[in-house]
C-alpha cells in the first residue's frame, strides 16, 4: 500500500521513486525490485520509503493507479465533450493503444519483470473506479460488470504482452485490427 501525504516532501519523495522504477524499469536486464535498490537508484533513506509505501510492488501500483486514473479522466471528458457537442465518441480502443503506445518502454520493462499482474490489477482498480463516467449503462455491482471489467483487461494486458513479445513493431491500427479479428473469432464460435 502507499501512503503519501500531500506536502511537498513526501510528493518529491514520491517523485524521486517514480524515476527510480521507470529507470529500473528500462534497463536491458530485469533485476528483482528490492527497497534497497529502489533507495540507492532514487537517493532516499529506506526510512523515507517506508514513510511512503510498504513495498515495492507498492511504488508500481502508485504509479500505475497515477497512469490509468489520468487516462480515464481524459477519455471520461472526452465524452462528456462529444456529448455535449453531438459529436461522436471517440474509440475506446484507439485511445487504450495510443496510451500504451506512449508508456511503451515502462510498460514493455513491468512485463520483462514479471510485473503483469500489478498493471492488470491497477487496471482493474481504475475501470471500477470510473464506471460511471465511462459505463453509465452498466451496474458496477453486476456479475455483468465484473466479467466485463475482468475480460476487458485481459484483452488489453494479452495485446499488451504480444505487442512486447513481436518487438513493439505493430502500429495502433494494426493491434486495433488484431484485436477487431480476435473479437470476431470468438462471436463467431
Not at 500531500?6 to 521513486?17: I, W
Not at 514513510?51 to 504509479?63: A, W, Y
Not at 470510473?130 to 483487461?153: C, K, Q
Not at 494479452?158 to 513481436?166: K, P
Request: hydrophobic letters at 40%; glycine letters at 4%; one cysteine or more.
Amino acid at each position: 500500500m502507499y501512503h503519501i501525504k500531500d506536502d511537498k516532501r513526501a510528493q518529491g519523495s514520491a517523485d524521486l521513486l517514480t524515476e527510480a522504477l521507470k529507470r529500473l524499469m528500462l534497463a536491458k536486464e530485469p533485476r528483482p525490485l528490492t527497497i534497497a535498490l529502489l533507495c540507492r537508484e532514487a537517493g532516499i533513506s529506506r526510512t523515507t520509503f517506508y514513510r511512503l509505501f510498504d513495498t515495492p510492488d507498492d511504488v508500481i501500483r502508485f504509479v500505475l493507479d497515477r497512469r490509468f486514473r489520468d487516462l480515464f479522466q481524459d477519455y471520461a471528458e472526452q465524452i462528456a465533450r462529444a456529448k455535449e457537442s453531438g459529436a461522436s465518441v471517440p474509440s475506446p480502443t484507439r485511445r487504450y493503444a495510443e496510451a500504451f503506445l506512449e508508456q511503451a518502454p515502462g510498460i514493455a520493462g513491468l512485463i520483462r519483470n514479471g510485473k503483469l499482474p500489478l498493471l492488470q490489477e491497477c487496471h482493474k482498480k481504475a475501470m471500477r473506479d470510473f464506471a460511471p463516467a465511462l459505463f453509465p449503462d452498466m451496474d458496477p455491482t453486476s456479475d455483468e460488470f465484473v466479467f466485463f471489467v475482468d475480460m476487458r483487461t485481459a484483452v488489453l494486458t494479452g495485446a499488451v504482452t504480444a505487442w512486447v513479445e513481436t518487438g513493439q513493431r505493430a502500429t495502433v491500427e494494426e493491434v486495433e485490427r488484431y484485436a477487431a479479428r480476435q473479437l470476431k473469432y470468438l462471436i463467431d464460435e
